[in-house]
């Protein structure tokens, strides 16, 4: 089985656009074929490694408020972290 990546979010105001693409994405990926793996790209352009449950709260500020710091890195030198559930 192949991991594959699935960034959504980002810099721009079409981040929720992004956002919905990515769920969508991952609905429709054969998963017998492909691990899919959520990469939530935030507005300053952190990448975050995201659980799935979160894909479907409803929009990003649901599960990823601005005024929250971004959760430490796991590992130093690695530019991606893993969300927090709160």
């Known amino acids: 089985m192949m991991r594959i990546g699935i960034f959504f979010g980002g810099t721009s ?7 919905a693409g990515g ?3 991952f ?3 054969d ?9 939530f790209v935030d507005s ?3 990448f ?3 659980d799935w449950q979160y894909l479907y709260k409803g929009t990003i500020r649901d599960f990823y408020p601005p005024w929250l ?3 430490p890195r796991a590992t130093p030198g690695k530019s991606i ?4 559930a709160s």
């Open 13 to 19: 105001r079409e981040r929720e656009i992004s956002f």
């Open 23 to 25: 769920r969508t994405v």
């Open 27 to 29: 609905d429709n990926l």
């Open 31 to 39: 998963k017998g074929l492909f691990q899919p793996v959520p990469i």
């Open 44 to 46: 300053l352009g952190h």
């Open 48 to 50: 975050i490694l995201l």
């Open 69 to 71: 710091p971004c959760p």
């Open 81 to 84: 972290s893993k969300v927090w």
